[in-house]
């Protein structure tokens, strides 16, 4: 094959081409090797042109300052009350809580107050428990105060799967409006919720906005996109950060409509399938509602973050007014045991609260990476186009050449991607469209060294053998016809065979002889021809053939099995021209009959021999198997033994099992079968009952019961459908040889002594 494929300029070229298809039509796979080199491009883009930094937030951080100001976490509601009162005084366009407080604060005083019990009378705890019951709940207060604000943003997440969490649903505070159709893709392809873990009921009620802050990382655990929107399979939600930019734009009450994108614009090519609007905002969105996140870095030590004791201290307020007026303030969290870490394109562990910041900055910027269906195309055509032509100019062009126009592709197409990714956050993968043309011009380039090489060194080596003119002039088109060397493949193999050749060869002249095997020889060769199968050998009056090679036969078994029956009813005929011939010279007709022995199992086939002369052959312990059960067949009176291999692939035609034996040279006990019709009889009553009496009579002579063994051999004998009575006779023989000497350990295999 790989011979071929050097020497032969048209498999050369069409291989380049299927190459070509292969690397094109993988270019927008799904593979995960092919997502994979997608993430390293896309990630490197980042890393080397992050986003620029926006002044529109900022991030009040959860930190180990906090905590040892505050002391440990939850915090009681009561902190957080009068830190949504002081943010919302510093002028905050809207707070958004990264995270769920979805239990109630366990220091409310009414809790406190549950918990305590009237000891044995010692301390009266009564007038303490009901002073602690009329206190107000931290809840409320908290509350309160979140309704005050008129810009706190609450949030919900996924939630453990319950008939209770299934009550509860994530309140909607402003409903995503979409036409019929794109509400129904929607709900089909956004990422879906079964329940959700939610803020307690009076404090996301009292919030301004509601959003997920759910997400789904890619299968290598990077969180590069985010989705907008969320179903329960009912209703469309928005996500944190989209509520977040909802409450600070000051008209929550404003509707939030998802659109198609306007295909009538120019810059439709390069756009999403949908688009978010409200207030100025158009978000571009894919159809399944996510958006590529375009990270920066965030300076946990710079004015990125804003501990949050700062917030509650009123002390620092004069310090942090400018930090907080007229931002988005996001509350989350850095202490150690508090951090909720994702990896992202520009870190390894990175607060998951950032990757909301991110997500809000890039709208407010208006700033999106696209991959649009017209990237991929890009991709595609670039490596159809020049991969196509790198395997057009490969036999024309020097090498060198060919190589440096190569580099000179692949460092425009890297340009060209930095360039598309700076100007107009788009994602081209420029790597693979570059290795697959690089590819193909190494494969091109290395085909036709070997190629060029290999025609050489072979015509060169074949000017030493003895060859006609004629067959000179074919090797030098096609050298591989002179390599040695083969591969292993199952093949089914025939060894056929005359019956008492050396007496019938005693009574005739040379002239005679060759006659006899020409007429043999001669249909038998055209009916293994017919049969799509392939003449190995002549050896005297035998022949040698075998299937499935150098051709593929998916029915190689059947084929062979069909090629013997055939075989034996072409005698037929030829046996009546030798009755004719030996009527007229008044001899006794000398009759024709073959024994045929197929064999299926895997075999060494190809060119074998030697450097001055090699054949087309097949060697294996299956053809040695062959050739035995060609010499078996008159031990039991049969035309056609097979293996069981071929048996058990051919179960259409009429076989009974002849033995399980051990033929000479050979230790492991093989099942042979006598092949005795094709399909007509096969299905036939008859068959059917001389095959199940046959059965048994196999059976109780491989388990020792002799008795019933010769039982069955009588009503096999009934059935007189072919003539057994040879293999029968045998059988009895056997039995009563048994019975007379019982064998000690009685396996059923029978040891022939000759081949």
Known sequence: MIGKLMTQRWMHVALLFILLIFAVFHSDSNARWRQEMQYFVFDELNRMYPREKSDELIIVNIDDDSLLELGQWPW????????????????????????????????????????????????????????????????????????????????????????????????????????????????????????????????????????????????????????????????LYPSLSLEAIRVAGGKPWRSILVTPSDRGEESSLIDTALRIHFDDYAIPIEADGIVNVYYRRFDERGDDYLSAYKVIDEAFHDDISALVKDRIVLIGASAEGLKDLRSTALEAFQPGVEIHANVIEQIIQNKYLLRPDITKGAEAFFIFLFGGLMILLAPFINVLVLSILCGGLVFGAFSGTAYAYQEYGLLFDPFYPSLSVGLILIVSVFMTYLRVES?????????????????????????????????????????????????ISEGLSPQELIQLMND????????????????????????????????????????????????????????????????????????????????????????????????????????????????????????????????????????????????????????????????????????????????????????????????????????????????????????????????????????????
């Open 455 to 503: 025609e050489k060194r072979q015509v060169r080596s074949a000017f030493g053998l003895y060859i006609s003119p004629d067959f000179m002039k074919e090797l030098t088109s096609n050298p591989d016809k002179l390599q040695l060397g083969g591969e292993i493949r199952d093949l089914s193999v025939m060894f056929t065979d005359i019956r008492s050749f050396t007496t």
């Open 520 to 755: 043999f020889l001669t249909p038998m060769s055209d009916l293994v021809m017919q049969n799509r199968g392939t003449i190995d050998k002549y050896m005297g009056d035998a022949m040698m053939a075998f299937w499935n090679a150098p051709l593929d036969d998916a029915e190689h078994e059947y084929h062979a099995c069909k090629t013997a029956l055939s075989m034996q009813a072409a005698l037929d005929p030829i046996n009546e021209v030798i009755k004719e011939k030996a009527s007229g010279t008044g001899k006794k007709p000398v009759l024709l009959q073959a024994g045929i022995g197929i064999n299926t199992g895997p075999c060494a086939v190809g060119n074998m021999g030697s450097r001055q002369r090699f054949a087309y052959s097949t060697l294996g312990d299956a053809v040695n198997l062959a050739s035995r059960l060609e010499g078996q067949t008159k031990n039991y009176g049969v035309s056609i033994l097979i293996g069981e291999t071929t048996y058990n692939n051919v179960p259409q035609l009429a076989s009974l099992e002849m033995d399980l034996i051990k033929v000479k040279g050979k230790e492991k006990a093989e099942r042979i079968f006598a092949l005795l019709a094709g399909e007509e009889v096969a299905s036939t009553d008859a068959f059917k009952i001389l095959k199940a009496q046959h059965e048994i009579m196999i059976t109780s002579y491989r388990t020792g019961a002799f008795e019933e063994a010769l039982e069955a051999i009588k009503e096999c004998r009934k059935q007189e459908l072919f003539d057994l009575d040879f293999a029968y006779d045998m059988y009895e023989s056997r039995i009563e040889e048994l019975l007379k000497n019982p064998p000690e350990h009685w396996d059923g295999v029978y040891v022939a002594t000759s081949k």
């Open 76 to 235: 009681p509601r009561t902190i957080l009350a009068k830190m949504v009162d002081n943010l919302s005084a510093l002028g905050a366009k809207a707070i958004v809580f990264d995270g769920v407080l979805a239990e109630p604060d366990r220091t409310s005083p009414k809790l406190i107050a549950q918990s305590l019990q009237v000891n044995d009378g010692s301390l009266d705890l009564g007038q303490v428990i009901g002073n602690l019951e009329n206190l107000p709940d931290h809840d409320a207060l908290f509350a309160e105060s979140v309704k005050e604000s008129e810009r706190f943003v609450s949030a919900f997440t996924w939630g453990s799967y319950s008939a209770e969490m299934q009550k509860s649903r994530p309140r909607i505070k402003q409903a995503l409006l979409a036409k019929r159709a794109e509400k129904t893709a929607l709900l089909e392809n956004v990422l879906r919720f079964e329940s959700t873990a939610n803020f307690l009921p009076q404090i996301e009620k009292a919030a301004a906005g509601n959003g997920s802050f759910m997400a789904t990382p890619d299968p290598d655990g990077v969180l590069r996109t985010t989705s907008l929107i969320f179903t329960d399979g009912k209703q």
